[in-house]
């Protein structure tokens, strides 16, 4: 089955520091690649959509000089936090969307917490 | 605007005994619908998709749901759970194309012995 990789799977940076967190589609092509965040106990809200060569979109709210995305390759998008603050720490998933399909396969998640 | 309503957000089940979670949407057209799994600090998995066609889909670990397009509805069901079923159910819409998913709040599920 398609399978994507998020990682690290932890992290936790001071404040002020940026943190990278790479999503990789291993067994398939991804153009379009969604981060999602989600605060304890709560629900998984988007982010932004990432697509293959081109800027991501972003959700109303989202600052996007904050959440930097890169998606370089039909395999991998990257998510930097810029200058992270306590209230950045959270749950941060990745999804890919199977190039010409429908259904998105989910990484595991990213757990950042910024001291 | 779109958006998905789960309306319970706790359940407290008997083991061995059948669940209902509810699930409503609000979008244009009819979206893709799904239901996902989430244990303690852990990822997303799958349980069952509706894209088109038979409106009662089998899904994974015994639930089913069943599309309900004149309620706006898609209810995840069990007909006996287990303990192992305890964990957080998210309901998820999406409107095709380059969309992403939306969410909603959550159901967490309690499992009584």
């Known amino acids: 089955g398609a399978v994507v990789s998020q990682h690290p799977s932890r992290v936790i940076c001071k404040s002020g520091t940026s943190v990278k967190i790479e999503c990789r589609s291993l067994?398939?092509?991804?153009?379009?690649m969604f981060w999602y965040r989600q605060f304890p106990k709560q629900s998984l809200m988007l982010m932004a959509t990432?697509?293959?060569?081109?800027?991501?979109?972003?959700e109303q709210g989202v600052e996007k000089d904050k959440f930097l995305i890169n998606h370089a390759s039909l395999t991998l998008s990257t998510l930097t936090v810029t200058s992270a603050h306590p209230e950045d720490s959270s749950f941060y998933i990745c999804?890919?969307?199977?190039?010409?399909?429908?259904?998105?396969?989910f990484g595991q998640g990213t757990r950042l917490t910024v001291v | 605007a779109q958006s998905v309503t789960q309306p319970d957000i706790h359940i407290t089940v008997s083991e061995g005994a059948s669940l209902e979670l509810r699930c409503n949407y609000s979008?244009?057209?009819?979206?893709?619908l799904f239901w996902y799994v989430q244990s303690p600090g852990q990822g997303l998995q799958l349980l069952l998709k509706?894209?088109?066609?038979?409106?009662l889909v089998q899904g994974i670990k015994g639930f089913e749901a069943e599309f309900k397009r004149s309620q706006s509805s898609f209810n995840l069901r069990k007909p006996s759970v287990h303990w192992s079923d305890a964990a957080e159910y998210f309901c998820?819409?999406?409107?095709?194309?380059?969309?992403?998913?939306?969410f909603g709040k959550g159901t967490h599920l309690i499992i009584q012995p």
């Open positions: 067994d398939f092509q991804a153009t379009t």
């Open positions: 990432s697509n293959e060569g081109s800027k991501a979109t972003y």
């Open positions: 979008y244009g057209a009819t979206p893709y």
């Open positions: 998820a819409a999406s409107g095709g194309g380059a969309d992403g998913l939306t």
């Open positions: 509706y894209f088109s066609g038979d409106t």
């Open positions: 999804s890919a969307r199977v190039t010409g399909g429908i259904r998105a396969f």
